[in-house]
């Protein structure tokens, strides 16, 4: 799978289809994360998000650009709500390492 693809299935299943499990097939157990609301760690991402899946039940991201470099890989997008409402910009950076996520940055911009 390329990094796209990796991408690609990651956000299709995890943060869109709210499969928490997913994670175990895209991200490293060792994962580490810049992201300073959630702590490191697999089990970390899949404890936070399954409890913000829980809050907003619909919760969504849509990719609109992806620029892949080496091992690296910058992702844009956007969370909107069921009626197509942008409610925050996202730019996500992840490392990829033997094709699992292995390390995050993001940068967030809400829309308000």
């Known amino acids: 799978m390329s990094n796209k ?8 299943e995890f943060f869109n289809g709210h ?4 994670a175990k097939k895209y991200v490293r ?5 810049h ?3 959630v ?7 899949m ?15 849509d990719i609109k650009m992806m620029i892949s470099d080496g091992d690296m890989i910058a992702v844009y ?6 009626q197509g409402n942008t409610r925050c910009r996202v730019v996500d950076i992840y490392r990829i390492q033997d094709g699992k996520l292995a390390e995050h940055w993001d940068v967030l911009q809400p829309v308000e």
Not at 5 to 12: A, K, P, S, T
Not at 39 to 45: E, F, K, N, P
Not at 47 to 61: I, S, T, V
């Open 5 to 12: 693809e990796i991408i690609e299935g990651f956000y299709r």
């Open 77 to 82: 997008l956007k969370n909107v709500d069921q």
């Open 47 to 61: 404890e936070a998000f399954g409890e913000k899946f829980k809050a907003w039940p619909d919760f969504k991201l």
């Open 29 to 33: 157990e060792d994962y580490i994360q």
């Open 39 to 45: 702590d490191q760690g697999r089990a970390a991402l």
């Open 19 to 22: 499969d928490v499990e997913s």
């Open 35 to 37: 992201n300073p609301g």
